[in-house]
Structures are given as C-alpha cells and as structure tokens.
C-alpha cells in the first residue's frame, strides 16, 4: 500500500515539475522572440512538450503568474524607452498577465511603491515609467532608508564648526 502511495506521490511531482518546465520553456521563448534573439541556439536533443493549456493562443504567455513589476522591468527593458501605464497593462495583458479592476491605475499604485521602497522602476514625470539604470547621475527622490541615513549624518558635528552651547539653568 505505501509503495503505490509512494509511486502517486512521485507522478504527482514529476508532472509538476514537467508543468512548470514547459512554462519556463515557453517563457524563454517568447522573451528570446522579443529580444529579437534566434531560438536555433536552444538545445535541440530536447524531445518537444506537449502543450498543457490548449486554450492558450499559441502557449505564449510569458508573464502568466508573474508579479507587476517583474513583468514591467522585463517590457521596460525589451521596449528601452519610458512607457505610460496604459502601454504597460496592454503589454502586459499580451503577454498573459491577468490584471483586474482599474488596471492603469492598479499598475501606476504598484509602480509608485516600488520606487519608494527599492527604486529600480522610476517615474520621470506624471505617468511615464522607465528603469532606473538608465539614469545613473539622476536623482528620483530618496528612498525611507536613506531619509534617516541622511538625518543620522546630519546630526554628527561637522569639523571646523562650533557647537553651540547653551548654559543649563538650575532647577533650585
């Protein structure tokens, strides 16, 4: 009895880890496709999947489960030029990400906080997104982190200057 609980448990890997093979194989495909990179340089003794999800026009869904801004560095960087939300959801949409509600805005919210906490994706003016790398003298305004690193190093005297100092009075 363990042995055939063993041997379903196995299967129920395997077929797993083949799924999310052939995601990751599609999703190297479409990015090389993108990139306008030649998909001969792919291994070729690799035997051909099957494709899983019939109802997937031509299994070309490359940001399928990815988060936001993932799917947007990568459009960001494919596209080498700053882009509205609205360009963004539509790309993203195409390449299979499922967005929901108000989508431009959803994106543009999600886009804003991750400036503000880790600053690779930058707003140049009221809706146009680009990376950040591709600015490397600007300054896109400071992150929380370096706010208080900013005050912290504010507050250590500086040489040459004097501190003022102010007599206490006695409290008698």
């Not at 041997?7 to 496709?33: Q, S």
């Not at 108000?102 to 994706?121: A, H, P, W």
């Not at 950040?132 to 370096?146: A, V």
Request: charged letters at 30%.
């Amino acid at each position: 009895m363990t042995s055939q609980i063993d041997e379903n448990h196995y299967a129920a890997v395997i077929a797993d880890l083949e799924a999310k093979r052939d995601e990751l194989d599609r999703t190297i495909r479409n990015l090389r496709h993108m990139a306008g990179l030649s998909v001969a340089n792919e291994a070729q003794d690799r035997e051909p999947q099957p494709r899983r999800d019939a109802h997937e026009p031509n299994g070309e869904n490359p940001f399928l489960g990815m988060k936001v801004h993932d799917a947007a560095k990568i459009i960001l960087a494919n596209k080498r030029k700053p882009m509205s939300p609205a360009d963004l959801v539509e790309a993203m949409e195409a390449g299979g990400l499922l967005l929901t509600g108000n989508k431009t805005n959803s994106v543009g919210s999600i886009l804003n906080r991750r400036q503000k906490q880790v600053g690779d994706i930058v707003s140049l003016q009221r809706g146009k997104w680009a990376l950040r790398e591709w600015y490397p003298g600007r300054s896109f305004g400071k992150k929380q982190d370096e706010k208080d690193a900013a005050i912290e190093t504010s507050e250590i005297e500086q040489p040459g200057v004097t501190p003022l100092i102010f007599p206490q009075r006695s409290c008698d």
